[in-house]
């Protein structure tokens, strides 16, 4: 465990001080600024106003920038420390394979999640300041929210770094799960396998496999109950989850996909070529 947290301890110093992490930062904290400089607390959607509209506004954000930053930067991990040579050095510490791919997680999560929830948290203070009412429990459960989204593309992340022999192919690879991730939003699945008569729960099924689907309809679910802008396929999912049931559903789905595909990359790594 010791070695577990030098690991952690290691990798958030490391990047603390990566030019990503400043930008990373700065996307994060400028956005939550951008919604206060435009007026976003004073404006009505939906009945929403104040800090509610802004944190709907910064989730939907967070979802498209976000699985990207983390696919990115992780996937450089492993990959990059293979072709940088470290795996030889670090076979003569003693530093167990576990600790190091664990720390490694627990430092990266850390790091990548903290932008996000300080951004947050600055949006609370201000709004505690100016007066304005803070919705907790939109708060709490959009910051878990982002909690295992953090982690799902985390562990995704891991994987493919576990996998990929190069940072080249490491980074290619996370581009383009991204991209099928955001071509299927939207349950456009849904549509094309609706054309081909295939049955909705099958359809709705699928397309929920998606995590960054998932993450949007939770989102879209706190301030629009019955789901009315995804149209039909709002049927569907509630008569399998429910409002309170499809909540819960889409903080463990993601969190699971996430420790799992983790699990997966160590079990590859330990029995992979390490150098």
């Known amino acids: 465990m010791k070695q577990l947290w030098l690991t952690a301890k290691l990798d958030i110093v490391e990047s ?28 009505r959607v939906l009945g929403f106003i104040g800090l509610s509209r802004l944190l709907v506004t910064y989730i939907q954000l967070t979802m ?25 050095y670090l076979l003569s510490l003693p530093v167990g394979l576990g600790a190091w791919f664990w720390g490694k997680i627990v430092g990266r999560y850390i790091v990548v999640f ?47 770094s576990a996998v990929a022999r190069s940072t080249d192919m490491a980074q290619g690879a996370a581009f383009l799960i991204w991209l099928t991730f955001l071509l299927f939003l939207d349950l456009i699945l849904l549509g094309v396998m609706i054309q081909g008569k295939v049955a909705p729960e099958v359809a709705v099924t699928l397309a929920l496999a998606n995590p960054l689907q998932v993450f949007r309809t939770a989102a879209l679910a706190l301030f629009d109950p019955q789901l009315i802008v995804l149209g039909p396929s709002a049927y569907v999912i509630l008569d399998l989850f429910g409002t309170t049931g499809y909540k819960i559903f889409a903080l463990v789905y993601p969190a699971t996909l996430g420790l799992l595909s983790a699990s997966a990359g160590y079990f590859l790594f330990r029995r992979g070529d390490l150098p």
Do not use: K, N
């Open 64 to 88: 498209a920038i976000l699985p990207i930053f983390v696919l990115i930067t992780t996937v450089r991990s492993v990959a990059g420390d293979r072709e940088a040579g470290v795996f030889e």
């Open 16 to 43: 603390l001080r990566a030019r990503w992490f400043q930008i990373y930062t700065l996307v994060f904290g400028g956005i939550v600024a951008l919604l206060f400089l435009f007026g976003l607390t004073e404006s």
């Open 114 to 160: 903290a932008p996000v929830f300080v951004a947050m948290l600055g949006a609370v203070g201000w709004a505690t300041i100016q007066d304005i009412e803070v919705p907790w429990g939109m708060f709490g459960y959009y910051t878990a929210l982002l909690a295992v989204m953090a982690m799902c593309f985390l562990g995704i992340g891991m994987l493919i």
